[in-house]
């Protein structure tokens, strides 16, 4: 049976929260190997001349521990 851990983190973009979604997942690959799945918590978006002009994700991304 493989063991999962859940690390949060914070992203933003100006495109779109998919976009937000998947720079998350793109750096944390750096740093983290085997990520499985992404959990989105929160979407908050910021506004500008009454216009959207960045979008943020709060997510859970989960991940394979190695084994030994």
């Keep these: 049976m493989s063991m999962l851990k859940v ?4 992203a933003e973009s100006e495109k779109s929260w998919e976009d937000a979604a998947q720079k998350a997942v793109t750096q944390a690959s750096e ?3 085997g990520i499985r799945s992404i959990y989105i918590k929160e979407l908050e978006a910021t506004v500008e ?3 959207i002009s960045r ?3 709060n997510a859970k991304l989960s991940f ?5």
């Design 55 to 57: 979008y943020r994700i």
């Design 7 to 10: 690390i949060e983190v914070l």
């Design 49 to 51: 001349d009454n216009r």
């Design 64 to 68: 394979s521990l190695e084994e030994e």
């Design 31 to 33: 740093s983290v190997r």
